[in-house]
């Protein structure tokens, strides 16, 4: 049935359905339309205190969120990624206001980097070892640290943290769908993947989808088992 609707009624529920749109922050599914922008030793104003400032070395910005801070300590300063961790925590508050927003934290001192969540104590923490797989860089391990082997070239372990979690697309789909807030006494601390969690995930939706509508037979029909150690996150994954 039609309806007779006067100018002002049109008017009213066009207005209506405009604002009744969904409106979303972050296009997932298409990265190319989303705003990057990495800003070096950004400015924050102390939060309880006018005049005084603090400046992480580097942010991330999603569509002027800041959605990732790092710390860095200099390779031959006798620092450590251990203590460029403390270095957020102590910014952490003095200036909550930046935090607040973050999903992934990075600490590092050019020779170990660590990745986690705002909520994170150091032992959770991780480092990041694959790009486009969780099995296509080789690891070598030396007295001084590990060094990362990718397509025939050495890479530094912020390399493969930036070219591995920090492309694009794996970066968006990772705060999609990788980080979760955990029951934890009265509150809640997020949690976020491991390298290995992340690609393994992947694999497993892939796999079930190629099973579910190409499998004719019923070992085409098998996706496979998932392997954790004791305390590796089998529960999330």
Known sequence: ????????????????????????????SNPDNNEFLVSNQFEVEYYYESGRFRRPDLVIFLNGIP???????????????????????????????????????VASDGLETKYGSPTSDWERFFVWEGIE??????????????????KGKTLTSLDVLLLGLFEKSRFLEFIEDFIIYDKAGKGYVKKIATYYQFYTVRKAVERTIKAVLYGKKPEDRR??????????????T
């Open 1 to 28: 049935h039609g309806s007779n609707l006067t100018p002002d009624e049109k008017e009213r529920n066009s207005y209506r359905d405009v604002i009744l749109k969904k409106r979303f922050i972050v296009d997932f």
């Open 67 to 105: 959605i990732a801070i790092f710390e860095f300590k200099g390779f031959n300063s006798g620092d450590t990624a251990k203590d460029a961790f403390y270095d957020h925590k102590a910014k952490m508050k003095d200036v909550p206001q930046l935090y607040q927003y973050a999903q992934i934290l």
């Open 133 to 150: 797989s969780d099995d296509d860089v080789e690891v070598k391990e030396l007295e001084e640290g590990a060094i990362y082997i990718y």
């Open 223 to 236: 996706i496979g088992v998932v392997w954790h150690t004791q305390g590796s996150g089998k529960s999330l």
